[in-house]
C-alpha cells in the first residue's frame, strides 16, 4: 500500500514538473512572435542580456547611425541567455554582439561566484564563437546599484575575471561603464536611477551611451 502511495505521489510530482512553464517563455515567446511577423534584417547590433538592455527601450534614439536589436530580458541571468541563445542570439546573424549579463547570477538567492559568472560568460561565448566565429563581441561591465550596493565587491571581483579573461580574445571588447556611475566618494549615483534604485534612468542611460558608442561596429 505504501509502495504505491509512494509511485502515485512521484508520478504527480513528474507531471507537475512538466507541467510549470519554463522561465522566460512568455519574454522569448514575444521575441519570436516579433520575428514572424518580421523577421530582423541580417547586420544589425544585437543587445542581449537581463533588464539594463529590456528597460532601455529607445535604445535606438541614442544609438541613430546604428541598427540595433534589443533582445533583453529582464530577471535573467546567464544560464537562461545560454538557454535561449538559439532563439536570440544565433538566427539573428548580428554584425556585433553587446552583452550584459551576470548581475543577476550574483544576486540571485542561490548566488553564483565571481568565478561562476566568469565560467558562465566562457560558455556563452564559445558558444557564439562556435556557430558565428570571430564576430565581434562586447561585454558591459556589471553596473553598480544603490539598491544591490552590498553586492559592490563581488560585481568587481566579477569584472575584473571577464576583462582578464577578454584578453585572450582580440574579437571582443570590455566596456567598463560601473566606475563611470560612481562618485567621487566611490559611492553609488543614486541620481542615475528610477525609484527602485535597480534600473537606471535617462541619465543613467545617457552614460552608457557616451561610454558603448565608441565600441560599436559601423
Not at 533588464?51 to 544560464?79: A, E, H, M, V
Amino acid at each position: 500500500m505504501k509502495k504505491g502511495i509512494l509511485i502515485i505521489a512521484f508520478l504527480l510530482y513528474c507531471l507537475s514538473a512538466s507541467a510549470q512553464t519554463p522561465r522566460f517563455k512568455k519574454d522569448i515567446d514575444a521575441f519570436l512572435s516579433a520575428d514572424s511577423l518580421q523577421f530582423p534584417s541580417k547586420g544589425q547590433l544585437l543587445f542581449v542580456g537581463s533588464s539594463s538592455f529590456t528597460y532601455w527601450k529607445d535604445i535606438q534614439d541614442y544609438f541613430p547611425r546604428y541598427p540595433i536589436l534589443n533582445r533583453g530580458f529582464g530577471g535573467s541571468s546567464l544560464p537562461d541567455v545560454i538557454q535561449y541563445a538559439d532563439k536570440i542570439i544565433l538566427p539573428y546573424q548580428p554584425k556585433q554582439i553587446i552583452i550584459y549579463c551576470g548581475e543577476n547570477d550574483i544576486a540571485d538567492s542561490i548566488p553564483a561566484t565571481p568565478k561562476m559568472v566568469r565560467d558562465r560568460f566562457k560558455t556563452l561565448l564559445k558558444i557564439i564563437r562556435t556557430e558565428l566565429g570571430n564576430i565581434p563581441v562586447a561585454f558591459i561591465s556589471i553596473k553598480p546599484s544603490p539598491s544591490r550596493w552590498k553586492l559592490e565587491k563581488q560585481f568587481l571581483k566579477t569584472n575584473r575575471l571577464i576583462k582578464r579573461y577578454l584578453k585572450r580574445d582580440a574579437a571582443t571588447v570590455y566596456v567598463d561603464v560601473h566606475h563611470a556611475m560612481l562618485l567621487p566618494d566611490g559611492t553609488v549615483n543614486p541620481e542615475l536611477f528610477i525609484t527602485d534604485n535597480l534600473h537606471m534612468n535617462a541619465k543613467g542611460y545617457a552614460i552608457w551611451q557616451k561610454i558603448i558608442e565608441p565600441i560599436l561596429v559601423k
